[in-house]
């Protein structure tokens, strides 16, 4: 997925709201790593996850330019699987049915975040 423009503001009010919608969408998620510098805020968040173990969720927001207010934060973001599944004998990985894309494409949609580079409607209809 593309990344995301946050709102105008500092990373680490998107990062409060970006962590709001994620609990909303998986309530089991938690916070296992977090950083923060003056331009940017980093959180890894573990999700349980009904087929596989859990889910790993990196977040990164930063600040393209400064100050604040003449540029939105990126949103940069990966999900996986903590755990992969094979199925033999002919080991092929066990697919998630698109699970860690549709939690993530819930959350931008609360948020009302927009893709990156994106000005059509269609982006925002995916």
Known sequence: MPAWEAPQGSPADAMQQFEAALRSVAPEARVVEAASSPGSEYRRFVVNDTLFDHDDIEVLIAQQQAPYETEPPL????????????????????????????????????????????????????
């Not at 893709?115 to 269609?122: I, P, Q, T």
């Open 75 to 126: 949103v940069t973001f990966r999900s996986m699987a903590a755990q992969v599944k094979y199925i033999w004998p002919i080991q092929q990985a066990v697919t998630d049915f698109g699970a860690q894309r549709q939690r993530l494409k819930e959350v931008r949609r609360r948020l009302g975040w927009r893709l990156l580079g994106c000005d059509l409607l269609e982006c925002y209809e995916e």
